[in-house]
């Protein structure tokens, strides 16, 4: 990506010769395209430019440099040939937010692959929609083992992962009421870890219909279509009516459009938790009335990213046979690298459950 | 009060002779004038009129019905003569709220003297600015020990019960670093419960200089004046300087203007949690923007009302001397009923620390 | 039971004419036989002789005492001929462990139905070893959805609403490790909330052998059989073998005998969490090490019956197919009235699943 | 320490000439005594021999190794001559405790100052009883504000930071009841942090008589004498009658006896939390009936050291002139490095506040 909002172009850059100690040069496998590429395709976040996107990858180890022995997130010896994911953002570990108030994912110098380093700086190979990355030693890598598929991992990607991190700030809860805005990756893998964590009931409000189909094989019971209730009103009358007449015990916004905020509040029953995961870029605002949250009694979380036991925690679910299938199956649109415009057009329309890069 | 925005008028209601089993007629001793009285005349929450407003109220018992002995909340016998005071809410402990909900204070029938009954209905005595106040059996009393001064439970007022609640729901822990905004009875009552929960710095952002300046003798550490920083901007950089350029682990809102709420979030470090305490009327929308709760982390919450046990906490509390002492002297205004108006544009004008009716 | 340790025996006594206000006779359906009345018989909890026993019942309203509608805890109306479950306790809601400490199952003056009540006082019919129950206006009652049939909600019993309280105190999060030691109704029934709860591996220490392939249908992941493991060794040593040689993230003692508590501790691996379910007769003391709490850094908590809420939240999960089904499975043995020793020989001799009594 | 139950030895070792880069070499000024050292001097805790005990230090940097900067646990940049104090222990932040389970304190390698290395092996000189130590590169050091006298960091000691591990973990909330077993250093420690969190009353159960006396000026406001109530029995009642009847809130054992343990739980009212801080060292066993946790509902915690954010809370705290003074006139016995043994047995005895040696 050179410019925001205008088309990516293929470049080519030098695959690192010698290799520092502890670095890892991968070949890369597949990089799912996630919705905050969009995101910042369009602009809405800060980033360097020009920049190789790509923060959902998976690889083959090619060379480790150094000549001692490297480990990954768990403690396992990796070797060349291994096919590995990894934590896309690593935190310094030492700063105010690392340390003291220990909320590592807004970290003072934390750095994405994918995100936060300018490609025409060496080693520039530091994104997942090329043949190549170039993984510095602090990485939280991750050996996969053989019972989780790389389109598993993929087809959940960040989402996932992202999904996992809300939810551990605010639980859902065994029988509760859940509502999900969106039907989006973060909106299925957010329904997905409902189902597992033993909601009674979750409804999903969003589209389109072959999203919202697919939320029901994640475990929605609930299908509320902006094509059947195209206004707010409507929706808010249709999640009064399934959750009788109060709302929600708790709602998990993972829409992105400012807006949704507003509505989440109104699938609240009172004393409900809102945990807003889809405002990961500043897309403007909106007019709130801060009454609500006191006449409601409302408790609201904020989540941003994920921290590598997320990852860990990921994978793990992943062997169960349940999840390694329903994820693996997001995956709908495959494109070659340099397909990559063609694939993020397909994302942004909302045509697909997931669309990955195959370099 | 017949009227919003009008001057409130003198009536006469008859006092019941014959009382139901467990009703309690009480003498009127000192009724507090609370910041929602205001709001409640300016017609902002939805109120029957006409309406005896008056939801502090310290009285003796003058007669109660029926033969059996009746019990405050504690169980001790109550009798004529006792000096009680009340929770001023009743909620019916059999609703969606109140059982699986566990949420009594939006009980979906509750009622509180002062605020919910119209005046014109018998009994018609169920506000606080009266010679008399009939009480329904279901009223959680309390007998006031004699170490608890009617100055101290009146000059906490439902300030303190709301800030109890609030901070049972966010607490203030050993250590963090604590913004209020707001210098009113709330506030007041908020940074004396942070001072006693073991805040390390309380920075109070508010005015006018009589009541910042009680607020230095309620524990606050730093206090950021309204007049020395008169812009939003002022204050947020104010508040980053005493705090190492982070912003504060809890924001504690007790202001009550909407566009407060925007003023909180920019004095919340990443992580922090934010208490909305201050919203208590519908006053209208803010320009919001979501991104902020995503990407700051935050965990936000509303608390509404309190429960009797936050009247049981506060007595108890105010039987130390330090607290009965500084609550006492928040009352710096006194009235006789028929000044009710003048008391009302005193607290009207913030010109009182907290102004009181003695019948 | 009028007698520790010897056969019950039938008595009559005298179904009431005239209700008052707000009782409501039932004709009894269906009695479970909980473990905890084979500690009643065995003396181990103080109780009042001669007793009518039986606290986890079903039945037909066959009559209510009063004029006025009466209403279960849901809210809804009852009325004759309804098929009805009910809580066995009923707290005070006024007593110091009500109110301000709101420790309801510990109220002071507790009484359940089936343990508390001496059979020769009137009005009797107390315990659900019977024809008839007479319950108290105080109870809470609940009006069965035709989805959740008698046999799930016995089948669930009392074990079920005790486990459902115990994981609201300690839960179970997503991914956890969980291990269960025993595999009576108390252990499959935290099995299965474990399972609904989100557990990645669910390892049951137990048996016998029908037991334990009944807690594989309600989701262990791993038996341990005592048969197998006859020593706590080799059980401790099987546990680590299956948990990386940590131990597991959460222990649930629902067992009974003192001697589990121990092995519960060679369970958690450090900083887990144990919930002790199984202890609620005093069965005597065990030789423990308390510096295993420390050097753990261990959590452990206690659990004491259960609230109506708990019954309502079983209720709403029993209407889940899969645990309709699975709990009313659990029911193996059925006995008429007069047989009830020798459905308690089967009980104290683990030959059941569960048994219950038909009158 | 050269064996176990006998006098220390003074052994030279040679400071190291040279330091690896990030190695800080520190001349000692202060080495405080805890209790644990007692229990490492009777041999109940599995240490190496020889050993250089002392793991609460404080001195001055008199060499950094290696060319580049290197910075304390907060971010500052450390040079020689700074005044500093460290974490004791180190954690490898890559196993298992370290990172999925988040229990650094268990980390399964962690090693610390005073307790984990043999003397006879270079580089020798990692503990406080000595006229230097040599701090490895992952230290977590804290250069010491001027405001903080080396009395007081020391005064506090480890029990200061074991006292905020523990109540992090569980927490004393605003107006709680609070009983603290035993008046040594953590003991008092725990009364200070209780009586910071806002708790309204504070028994302690211990002796002597000047340190119940020391209590006293930390915030205790209920002295329960060993001397006026020898038996358990006695002192149960004691606590009772103290607290209407039931117990405490929450009960912070701080004795080190394994029967204290036992007195805990009478202590506890229903449903209450029990902090055990004591149970440091294994000192056996005790007879212990586990129906008791069921039965009262209970909530165990352990917690084991403290991390190096509990030594930064530390710090902060001692920046308050209250606590400051009160930590450093815990320090009651001074001795020079060759008076180490005349030191041990005045702790042994319980005859100190707190000792130190002085190099």
């Known amino acids: 990506m050179t410019e925001f909002q205008r088309p990516l172009s293929l470049e080519s850059y030098p695959v690192p010769g010698e290799l520092a100690p502890g670095e890892v040069l991968v070949r890369i496998q597949m990089a799912g395209i996630c919705g905050t590429d969009i995101h910042l395709w369009l602009g809405q976040l800060p980033v360097p430019l020009p920049l190789i996107m790509g923060h959902e990858t998976v690889g083959a180890i090619e060379a480790i440099g150094g000549a001692n022995a490297i480990y990954d997130w768990r403690g396992n010896q990796l070797r060349t040939g291994d096919r590995i994911g990894w934590a896309s953002g690593i935190s310094c570990g030492q700063c105010y937010y690392c340390r003291p108030k220990r909320q590592p994912t807004r970290c003072l110098s934390r750095k994405a692959y994918g995100i936060s380093y300018r490609a025409t700086e060496a080693p520039h190979l530091r994104g997942g929609y090329s043949d190549w990355i170039l993984l510095r030693p602090e990485t939280a890598m991750f050996r996969l083992p053989e019972t989780v598929p790389t389109e598993s991992l993929i087809g959940g990607g960040c989402a996932l992962t992202t999904a996992l991190h ?194």
């Open 166 to 359: 809300g939810l551990e700030r605010c639980p859902v809860q065994l029988g509760d009421t859940v509502v999900v805005q969106g039907a989006g990756p973060v909106g299925l893998a957010a329904v997905a870890m409902a189902n597992a964590s033993g909601a009674a009931q979750i409804i999903v409000v969003g589209g389109p219909a072959h999203r919202l189909q697919m939320a029901g094989t994640f475990g929605a019971t609930d299908l509320v279509s902006l094509d059947d209730y195209p206004t707010a009103g409507a929706r808010r009358q249709r999640v009064l009516d399934l959750t009788g007449g109060f709302g929600a015990d708790i709602v998990i916004e993972c829409v992105g459009m400012p807006e949704a905020v507003n509505e989440s509040l109104h699938f609240c029953r009172d004393g409900a938790r809102l945990l807003v995961l889809g405002q990961y870029a500043n897309a403007g605002n909106i007019e709130f009335n801060p009454h609500t949250i006191t006449r409601k009694q409302l408790e609201i979380h904020g989540s941003w990213g994920f921290e590598p036991r997320h990852v860990d925690q990921a994978i793990r679910l992943l062997e169960n046979p349940v999840w390694r299938d329903r994820f693996a199956r997001q995956i709908t649109h495959r494109y070659r690298l340099e397909e990559a415009n063609q694939a993020l057009e397909t994302v942004r329309t909302w045509q697909s459950g997931k669309a990955v890069l195959l370099p």
